[in-house]
């Protein structure tokens, strides 16, 4: 059971470069989050699917975009990197029922510097 | 909208010390609250989490946290620190819609770096 998986773990862009971050789930939860982290800043959403077929905008969303390919897999991608998304990204996943949060599983993170 | 404030940014004490991590949230509904632990270069892992059923939760690693409605405070607590312990620590409370509906999202705080000295 390997969790929450995330490739790659680091990745250096240039500015105006685009690339997929991608996750990976494998504890039939039906509900997942991207995540970025910031020095000071805390953890702060970007996306979620609270179920798959569905995608919705976090705090953050701006410069990013979502696809929930299937139950397992979630990815993010930037189709034009700035500096400014120089940061740490984390996929997480729970299941997710209807009521109020339950514990969320992260990802190992991905490094992102965009030069 | 629910928030989380951390105070203190970096938390410095010595082995076999008390460990208090701080935080306070604002919620307009009950609030579940985490608080999660991240070591160095890997993801967030969870150390305890109120849902109402008893006011003091204890996590891992001898964590515990005191839900205190009228301080509006959950505050993490470990009676002696161990160097194993140097690590970030989140709190993190239940995040809602407009609608009142959590789709599992969370609002998390800032964090607060904790060292432990020998």
């Known amino acids: 059971n390997a969790g929450v998986t995330q490739t790659p773990k680091f990745q250096v862009l240039k500015t105006g470069q685009s690339m997929t971050l991608q996750c990976a789930q494998d504890?039939?939860?039906?509900?997942m989050y991207w995540y970025r982290q910031d020095p000071g800043m805390g953890l702060r959403l970007i996306y979620y699917?609270?179920?798959?077929?569905?995608?919705d905008k976090g705090e953050v969303p701006n410069g990013y975009n979502v696809s929930r390919l299937n139950k397992r897999e979630f990815s993010l991608r930037l189709e034009s990197a700035a500096p400014s998304q120089t940061s740490v990204y984390f996929c997480?996943?729970?299941?997710?029922?209807?009521?109020?949060?339950?514990?969320?599983?992260f990802g190992p993170g991905t490094r992102l510097t965009v030069l | 909208a629910q928030s989380v404030t951390q105070l203190g940014s970096h938390v410095s004490v010595s082995e076999g010390a008390l460990v208090l991590l701080r935080c306070n949230y604002s919620s307009s509904v009950p609030p579940y609250l985490f608080w999660y632990v991240q070591y160095p270069n890997q993801g967030l892992q969870l150390l305890l989490k109120?849902?109402?059923?008893?006011?003091l939760v204890k996590g891992i690693n001898g964590f515990e946290a005191e839900f205190k409605k009228s301080e509006t405070s959950f505050h993490l607590t470990k009676p002696s620190a161990h160097m194993s312990d140097a690590a970030e620590y989140f709190c993190a409370v239940s995040d809602s819609d407009a609608g009142g509906t959590s789709y599992g999202k969370l609002t998390f705080g800032q964090g607060t770096i904790l060292t432990v000295h020998p």
């Open positions: 109120y849902t109402s059923a008893a006011t």
């Open positions: 504890m039939n939860h039906n509900s």
């Open positions: 997480a996943s729970l299941i997710w029922l209807g009521g109020f949060a339950d514990t969320q599983y």
């Open positions: 699917s609270a179920s798959e077929g569905t995608t």
